[in-house]
């Protein structure tokens, strides 16, 4: 059962704001465009592609952050799009958030203590000695001490920094903890043990997760399933396993050749993503991916291609791709299409 339904979910941006948004025409820049996204319940979902492709609007469309130009967010069932703040107060606490740079999001005049307690009164999970020992327990759960509650966030690691964060957002009993680039600020080393908390407390605090990153690697560690976006959409879903196993959209094998080379005997796609991406505000036409695609027909042009399922994968998980190269088979789905127009 999926714990997170997005539905058409869209949001847009002006570029103009104050007066002279009045007097001259302002661009929109699509930051999500149509996006249907399931998480299910216990699940991790990696979200991938390049830098401002939209990731971080999603996973704060999701978060009811930002509110969404159109379309619907569920969270187990309910739809909380359209409630107002007081409604949505019960849902801000199942629903977290731990930032890329903990350094930016922890208040440096109050001690770690403090942070936490004031999270934990704010959406009444407990109050006075209760809060207290609530606060030294999360720490102690994210491999800090209860001494630390005393000290402020300056002086700690930026590793430690981050173990903080992320005790701030499970002090408050989340179900669902939106991860935005967790660990791409940290050193590789951190990055590896700050990765296994994440995994250990999943578990142990029976969590759902949305792991935005750029980082590939990440994703085959700790993801069950992956999303890959571009230009405000999702082009492809499918598990983690299948995914890096056979990338189906080009898109997905441009990026996963961008930052792997192929192991002897696999086949070389030609060398990673070809060219910039296209400005949100003047998304192409037709498929989006199109102006970099290797393998663009004429149709691409015409149509974007809708995100729908090409097979069900060697387990339970349905495999989702948005290409022309699919579109085709009359006998269902037909990866070789793509492989033979890359050989
Ligand atoms: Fe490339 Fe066309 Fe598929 Fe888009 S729809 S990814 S342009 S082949």
């Keep these: 059962m999926s714990l997170i339904e997005a539905r058409g979910l869209e949001k847009r941006f002006s570029t103009g704001s104050g007066v002279a948004a009045r007097f001259f025409s302002d661009d929109v820049v699509h930051a ?31 978060l009811r952050i930002h509110d969404p130009t159109a379309g ?13 703040d007081r409604e949505l107060g019960p849902y801000r606490s199942k629903m977290q958030i731990v930032f890329q740079n903990p350094r930016n999001s922890l208040n440096p005049k109050h001690t770690v203590g403090k942070i936490l307690r004031k999270a934990i009164r704010f959406h ?4 006075g000695a209760d809060a207290a020992s609530l606060a030294e327990r999360c720490l102690e759960d994210v491999g800090l001490r209860p001494e630390h509650t005393d000290r402020y966030p300056h002086e700690f690691s930026g590793g430690q920094q981050q173990r903080i964060a992320i005790a ?7 179900e669902f903890i939106v991860l935005d680039e967790p660990v791409s600020a940290l050193d590789v080393s951190v990055q590896s043990k700050i990765l296994g908390l994440i995994d250990d407390l999943k578990a142990e605090y029976d969590l759902t997760l949305l792991f935005i990153t750029h980082d590939l690697n990440v994703v085959r560690r700790v993801c069950d399933e992956v999303s890959v976006m571009y230009l405000g959409e999702i082009v492809e879903n499918a598990l983690t396993t299948e995914l890096f196993d056979d990338p189906y959209h080009p898109y997905t094998q441009a990026l996963f050749d961008s930052i792997t080379l192929p192991e002897p005997g696999e086949l070389d796609r030609g060398g990673g993503i070809q060219g910039e991406i296209p400005s949100p505000i003047d998304p192409p ?25 090409r097979e069900r994968g060697a387990t339970d998980g349905a495999r989702h791709t948005a290409c022309h190269l699919y579109d085709t088979a009359e006998d ?7 492989v033979d127009r890359l050989g």
């Design 32 to 62: 999500v465009d149509g996006v249907d996204l399931d998480i299910g319940s216990g699940q991790t979902m990696g979200l991938v592609g390049e830098s401002g492709c939209g990731k971080s609007t999603l996973g704060n469309l999701l």
């Design 72 to 84: 619907t967010v569920r969270f187990d069932g309910t739809e909380i799009t359209g409630l107002s």
């Design 124 to 127: 009444d999970v407990a109050s």
């Design 168 to 174: 701030r957002a499970l002090s408050v009993k989340p």
């Design 285 to 309: 036409s037709g498929c989006r991916f199109r102006t970099r695609c290797p393998m663009a027909m004429p149709e691409c042009e015409e149509v974007n291609p809708e995100l729908v399922e």
């Design 332 to 338: 269902g789905p037909d990866e070789k299409r793509a």
